[in-house]
């Protein structure tokens, strides 16, 4: 079942003479339980994608489905697009963005409690994601009492709250060390696998997509699918950096 559908999504910023194409007309689809990892330099167009995808920064062209609900067709489709992406949609950022007065188990319940689930409830769950991503201990700490892995598994957590059909991770290892950084990856694939979301993760690190189901890599705002498994056997180098070693 795919859970994310684009259709020539497109995204230029300008106009006339001043316009630039960031995002080149893209199409892509995702299914429950897989998990995509999307590989570029920065400037690529990778987060422009995935702003894109979640209409926090709607496309300029283009046909986006989530979980069956046409959100844009060509423009605005008529749904209330911040109230879906509060249910459906569950954003990991690269700088966790916690609420620094809350503390990890709020910055979690918090996201219940804007759709509507009781203070007791949300409490209820939020613990209990906690201890899913194992950092139940840090649940009293303010974010700025804990590393920044136990920071990124609070902000994995307030993702995973409301149970979304897509998760977007934009970046979500570049604040970590490798060992760290790996460990964020290897969550995400457990939670693709147990809980069925369809996970996009952005990354510019060929070393974290071990286990991706498939790889998309980014440049130029051209999106290409790459037989990483192949590239990982060979070694694998991006386009770009086999361009610079070749100068």
């Known amino acids: 079942m795919a859970v994310l559908e684009i259709h020539n999504v497109s995204q230029t910023f300008g106009h006339g003479d001043l316009a ?40 300029t062209t283009g046909r986006i489905v989530i979980a069956g609900q046409v959100l844009h067709d060509d423009g605005p489709t008529g749904v209330d697009v911040r109230a879906f992406r509060r249910s459906k949609i569950g954003f990991i950022f690269q700088q966790h ?9 709020e910055n979690v319940a918090l996201m219940l409690q804007l759709n509507g689930v009781s203070r007791r409830e949300s409490t209820r769950r939020a613990k209990d994601l906690l ?4 950092i139940a201990h840090r ?21 995973l709250a409301n149970e979304p059909a897509l998760i977007l991770a934009d970046e979500p290892t570049a604040a970590l060390d490798t060992q760290r950084g790996t460990k964020v990856m290897a969550m995400l694939r457990e939670i693709a ?10 990354t510019h690190d060929h070393r974290m997509i071990e286990g991706f189901d498939t790889v998309y890599h980014l440049d130029d705002g051209q999106l290409a699918r790459v037989d990483h498994h192949a590239q990982q056997d060979a070694g694998f180098v991006t386009g770009a950096a086999a361009a610079a070693a070749a100068r």
Request: cysteine-free; proline content about 7%; glycine content about 10%.
């Open 131 to 134: 201890g899913y991503l194992e």
């Open 193 to 202: 696998r147990e809980r069925r979301s369809a996970v996009i993760a952005v």
């Open 20 to 59: 630039v194409q960031a995002l080149k007309p893209t199409s892509l689809t995702v299914k429950a339980g897989e998990l995509v990892a999307l590989l570029g330099p920065s400037g690529s167009g990778k987060s422009t994608l995935l702003l894109a995808i979640s209409l926090i920064q709607p496309p």
């Open 97 to 105: 963005n916690l609420i620094p007065f809350l503390t990890a188990l």
């Open 139 to 159: 649940a009293d700490s303010l974010p700025a009492q804990m590393s920044g892995g136990e920071q990124q598994r609070v902000a994995i957590g307030r993702a």
